[in-house]
């Protein structure tokens, strides 16, 4: 390549670059790209995961259980009627000559009335009830979890985001040494080993581009995997405004007070406790009240009269009682007894689970905090030292080398110092997670819990969830039999014309985040674009690399 082809391909570039930027500039001003934040995605996938829908109907179910068991209060009354042909042959009849064969017709009405069952039933409607209180902790416990790992998606999109701008941005300025090393050998100011050192490391920074936008599809995977869709609009940057616990102590304190996990497993251990007292009923007799009337009448087969005709009330109070059934009562009783236990050990394993997980949150809470402050001053100085050793390479005291080192310390730098970013701002939600207060301090309703609307969410509400079960499944029953509540928000669904359907729209909304960044960019970046293409082939060209945001 001769020099002057050189400069008109120089020229070529400016020019088809600079309308490229222009045309970009005026879409944004022309064009506004929608956003949505953090605490939509955690409602919606709260509100349309299918783990937590099933979750939420095995709690219908169980209500219903609690129903059903509530009915052994309640009368029994059955009616049986009987009508046919009757073949009777004794004594009696051949004697006095009566036909032995006729029509019957038998109507029988019977009420029962428990009386004493061995305190099963009150002790079976207590059981189910905290089966019932066990499912929603379960619930609410899994609404959690699922919150916090939809916000580890949210915020692995964004930093792997601005790990693809860095590496481009790292392409650029490895591009931008590139030229100028090129044009430096064409005048003979550089040999061919400094070209090919700075084309392999220009490569390189090709290779990490692809491997960055590769990594941020994984993201986005992972992000529809918990979410359930991917969102057209662009995601926003993730800012922790929350009030947090100064104390580590106060933390455990109120995690293995108010935990979810916990509060199942308690609740766990109680309906066990009152299996057992179901159990024990098997040895105790059974006392009822019995109101029974019958009606009989017999028709002769060859006679329209009336043979005979009869009818019995009567009142009775009946006692039954199991003395003996080969041992089966008292295995019962023995494997309800091993299940309370079982369920003892659950609970401490939760609680060893839960002062894990507080334990690890806050421990990197304070790790990333202090590493901040020391990051953010590593990216500082990598830069200042970056255009130190450009303006030393000019004069010759630094080599291609040391260049392309430091410019690849600087694109490290960024991709560290946002790395603790992130990991920062997760650890303080996984600390609201471990306490099992997220959703609340979210603002996120759980989809049974219509009943926090209104609530003063500046009072924690956990410790009055049990006293509220009862109003809200009473509610519940109401609005299933209901069809005006189908729209209900437990039957929210993801509007399926909102997801992309080809590579091609993920391109475009990809297209369309990276014009949100630069329309929130545009009053610096764009005069610092323009300059940096229009002087693209000086010599002096100073490498623009952007800070990581705070």
């Known amino acids: 390549m ?61 209500e219903y259980e609690v129903a059903g068991v509530q009915s052994g209060y309640f009368p029994q009354l059955d009616l049986n009627v009987g009508a046919g042909a009757v073949r009777l042959d004794n004594d009696t009849t051949k004697a006095a000559g009566t036909a032995d064969i006729y029509n019957k017709l038998d109507t029988t009405l019977t009420l029962k009335q428990m009386l004493f069952d061995g305190f099963y039933t009150s002790s079976e409607e207590k059981r189910q009830k905290k089966r019932v209180e066990s499912a929603f902790f379960e ?27 860095f590496a481009e941005q790292n392409l650029v300025a490895h591009q931008k040494m590139y030229d100028q090393i090129e044009m430096r050998s064409l005048l003979g100011a550089d040999d061919k080993s400094a070209l090919s050192q700075s084309l392999g490391r220009l490569k390189l920074a090709q290779s990490n581009v692809e491997s960055e936008r590769n990594n941020l599809e994984d993201r986005w995977t992972e992000f529809v995997e918990i979410v359930g869709y991917h969102p057209v609009e662009v995601l926003e940057d993730v800012t922790f405004d929350l009030i947090l616990p100064q104390r580590y102590e106060e933390i455990i304190d109120y995690a293995l007070s108010n935990h979810p996990a916990l509060s199942r497993s308690k609740a766990d251990i109680e309906q066990f406790k009152y299996q057992k007292k179901s159990s024990n009923s098997l040895y105790y007799p059974r006392v009822e009240l019995e109101v029974k009337s019958s009606w009989q009448k017999n028709y002769e087969i060859d006679s329209s009269s009336l043979s005979t005709q009869t009818s019995e009330q009567s009142a009775l109070i009946n006692l039954s009682w199991n003395l003996y059934n080969g041992g089966a009562n008292k295995a019962r009783t023995s494997k309800d007894q ?26 990197t809470f304070q790790s990333s905090t202090k590493r901040l402050d020391f990051l953010k001053e590593y990216v500082s100085a990598t830069e200042q030292t970056s255009v130190a050793y450009l303006e030393q390479f000019k004069i010759g005291q630094r080599t291609l080398l040391d260049l392309l080192n430091v410019q690849n310390e600087v694109f490290e730098a960024q991709k560290e110092f946002l790395t603790v970013k992130y990991e920062n701002i997760l650890s303080k939600y996984r600390l609201l997670a471990s306490m099992g207060i997220l959703l609340e301090k979210l603002r996120v309703k759980v989809i049974t819990d219509e009943y926090f609307q209104g609530k003063d969410f500046n009072q ?86 952007s800070k990581p945001q705070e």
């Open 2 to 62: 001769t020099i002057s082809k050189y400069f008109s391909s120089r020229k070529l570039y400016k020019h088809k670059y600079s309308l490229l930027f222009s045309a970009i500039f005026l879409c944004l001003h022309n064009h506004q790209v929608s956003a949505i934040n953090l605490n939509q995605i955690v409602e919606e996938t709260v509100l349309t995961n299918p783990s937590i829908l099933e979750k939420y109907n095995q709690k219908i179910s169980r």
């Open 460 to 545: 924690p509400f956990i410790n009055n969830k049990v006293e509220q079960i009862q109003n809200h499944d009473s509610r519940e029953r109401v609005k299933r039999d209901d069809p005006a509540y189908v729209d209900d928000m437990r039957y929210i669904k993801m509007n399926n014309n909102l997801r992309p359907k080809s590579n091609q729209q993920l391109l475009l909304l990809e297209e369309k985040r990276k014009l949100s960044n630069l329309e929130n960019k545009s009053g610096s970046l764009s005069s610092e674009v323009m300059s940096d293409l229009n002087n693209a082939d000086a010599s002096t060209e100073k490498m623009n690399i």
């Open 338 to 363: 091993f299940l309370r236990q079982e369920a003892d050990e659950h609970l401490e394993f939760q609680r060893r689970r839960v002062e894990k997980d507080v334990s690890y949150a806050w421990k």
């Open 139 to 165: 619930l609410y416990n899994l609404a959690e979890e699922t919150a916090i790992s939809a916000i580890n998606a949210y915020t692995n999109v964004l930093l792997y985001q601005q790990f693809l701008e």
